[in-house]
């Protein structure tokens, strides 16, 4: 359970620089950053896949919010929130890309082979005196 929630912390900082860098792409970031954690962490199960995706959406979402909210009070300008179709579907659309990023990363991760082990070498015999 420490791994996946490393590899969500991981995922979660990727994804806030992809975010602060390309604002107009909503859970993109944060969906290829959990695929790519998970893969590099090498999560094979399904619970770990979904702890890791969930805190990787929390977390990122959340900090980008805040920095946006920040941005708004620290410039003194109001903020106006128009209710439309997106502010309904994009949280809904989000929570889903986020099961299916679990399921990808974790896929992905069990179709690698392990790497073998080479078998510890033996030092050299001693010279007979």
Not at 56 to 84: Q, R, W
Request: with cysteine; hydrophobic share 50%.
């Amino acid at each position: 359970m420490d791994r996946c929630i490393r590899a969500g912390i991981y995922g979660a900082l990727i994804s806030l620089l992809c975010g602060l860098f390309f604002s107009d792409l909503y859970f993109i970031p944060s969906f290829l950053a959990t695929i790519l954690v998970i893969y590099v962490s090498r999560l094979l199960t399904l619970r770990e896949g979904l702890v890791t995706s969930l805190m990787t959406y929390f977390f990122s979402d959340g900090f980008l919010t805040t920095i946006a909210a920040a941005i708004y009070f620290g410039t003194n300008e109001p903020y106006v929130l128009t209710i439309d179709i997106w502010v309904v579907i994009l949280p809904l659309v989000s929570t889903f890309s986020a099961i299916i990023a679990a399921y990808v990363g974790v896929r992905l991760a069990q179709k690698v082979k392990p790497v073998q082990e080479l078998p510890p070498s033996l030092p050299p015999p001693l010279p007979p005196v």
